[in-house]
């Protein structure tokens, strides 16, 4: 059996697949996330502890040995461990928004757009850069106490491995301070963002990414382990996307659209970044809106309707539910793709008396496609799409999406991330396994002609609002 773990923001979870690619089982334990006054924030042992929870569960279920493991999980943030991998402090999520004032000074003297012609990155507040300024301006101490900063999946892999220092994966890396030509961090970066002298913090790039064997808490000893690509990368391995032109997109707490390129275009609106990955010359272009998921969970929470409910409410109001109408802005940073606003918000418009839940929830649902639709055009999609994540278990909302976006979807069901963590294993380790039959779609859904021109419409009507808000948002 082979075994991928995703380390998501909300749930942690392990699966199990057979040689052929078929799913045997998954695992998952929730995580907290500590939010208040625009910080975001996670423990990073309840982390560690429900990765080694659904590893034990998941070998205990699954009897089969394990012949290899792949590890992903959740990127951007700044986690500060120390020599052995054990934190410093609370991991700073990247929802964080308390650095927005350094990313809003880096936006108005240029330091903002002079990164993204160097590395392709354009940051925002949970990134990093921002945030390592922040701490070493007001929190140095928690700097001085660290030996690395690493990503999220760093930290468990050196505490599932007890490797002896930290290293990340280029593709974590990518975001700010990797020049993604030489795949080696641009000191001129670091000089910009002012933290030369917290140079011995970023942990040094492996590439290939790093494989190590586990020392038995969590998975069996001596299974060999991969770190890395983290789980936007990998969840365009476990989607079979790799050709250039073609597109993914993951509609789970981030809304992500990711196209496979081999060019480096570093002109235009700097916005999302280019994603190195373990194949020479190939990239992912990738446009992470900040808030997917979380948006619908926020409007279902606030009119009390269930999500095994959605479908029911999209089949209860028409295309353009009554007028209303919501730009999905929700985080509290803002937002990072297809463009960076960190005062951007949420804005619900259309609202009467008559309002309906079904109107706010459809309403919601075809916002978020909205933005879907720009993010995948700023791409630079040209080929076929896949979808995946948690918003496509709702096959309403997922037929919703074709219409909005125009086009048919690949929806690759199960653990797409864990799968594609897999997959990054074996092709690390020489393990030859089919990547076609690992990445086959369970189903394809067209869109509806009618519909596709209705929302082609209100896509127009969406980008006007979009830039109005934006200009409020500067105000």
């Avoid at 760093?154 to 990340?168: E, K, N, S, W, Y």
């Avoid at 639709?373 to 700023?378: F, K, N």
Wanted: hydrophobic share 40%.
């Amino acid at each position: 059996m082979y075994v991928g773990i995703d380390v998501g923001t909300s749930m942690v979870k392990a699966a199990a697949f057979d040689a052929s690619g078929r799913q045997l089982a998954v695992e998952a334990r929730p995580v907290g996330l500590d939010l208040r006054e625009g910080r975001v924030e996670q423990d990073m042992a309840e982390v560690y502890g429900a990765v080694v929870d659904v590893l034990g569960a998941l070998t205990a279920r699954v009897p089969q040995g394990v012949e290899l493991a792949g590890l992903t999980g959740q990127g951007d943030g700044v986690w500060l461990v120390d020599a052995e991998g054990r934190p410093v402090r609370p991991a700073a999520s990247w929802m964080d928004g308390r650095a927005h004032e350094l990313l809003d000074q880096w936006l108005a003297d240029g330091t903002f757009e002079t990164v993204f012609r160097r590395t392709g990155s354009a940051m925002f507040p949970g990134c990093p850069g921002p945030l390592l300024a922040w701490f070493d301006r007001y929190e140095p101490k928690s700097l001085d106490a660290a030996t690395a900063a690493v990503y999220c999946k760093d930290m468990v892999f050196q505490r599932l491995t007890g490797a002896a220092r930290a290293t990340t994966d280029v593709s974590d890396a990518s975001m700010p301070f990797l020049d993604p030509r030489t795949r080696s961090y641009d000191n001129r970066v670091v000089e910009l963002l002012g933290l030369t002298h917290r140079r011995r913090l970023l942990a040094p790039v492996s590439y290939p990414v790093a494989t190590g064997e586990a020392h038995g808490e969590g998975l069996p000893a001596g299974t060999p382990l991969a770190n890395g690509p983290y789980d936007l990368p990998a969840c365009a391995l476990g989607a079979g996307v790799t050709r250039p032109g073609d597109g993914l997109l993951i509609v789970g707490t981030c809304l992500a659209a990711l196209v496979a390129t081999d060019g480096l275009d570093l002109t235009g609106e700097p916005a999302g970044l280019y994603i190195s990955t373990d194949r020479p010359g190939h990239r992912l272009r990738a446009m992470p809106a900040m808030v997917g998921t979380a948006a619908l969970d926020w409007v279902l929470s606030t009119t009390g309707v269930r999500h095994e409910e959605v479908d029911a409410m999209l089949a209860g109001t028409p295309p353009g539910a009554h007028g209303v109408r919501v730009l999905p802005y929700f985080a509290p940073s803002g937002e990072r793709a297809p463009f960076v606003e960190p005062r951007l918000r949420a804005e619900l418009t259309g609202v009467c008396l008559e309002t309906t839940p079904a109107d706010l929830i459809r309403a919601t649902c075809e916002g978020i496609g909205y933005a879907a639709r720009h993010c995948l055009a700023a791409a630079g999609l040209t080929g076929t799409l896949a979808v995946c994540g948690g918003g496509t278990r709702s096959p309403a909302w997922t037929r919703l999406l074709a219409d909005v976006l125009g086009r048919p979807l690949r929806v690759v069901e199960g653990e797409v991330g864990a799968r594609g963590a897999v997959l990054a294993a074996a092709e690390r380790y020489g393990v030859a396994l089919d990547a076609d039959a690992w990445t086959r779609p369970a189903l394809v859904v067209e869109p509806d002609e009618d519909r596709v021109a209705y929302y082609a419409k209100g896509y127009e009507e969406h980008l006007e609002r979009l830039a109005e808000a934006r200009a409020r948002a500067r105000r």
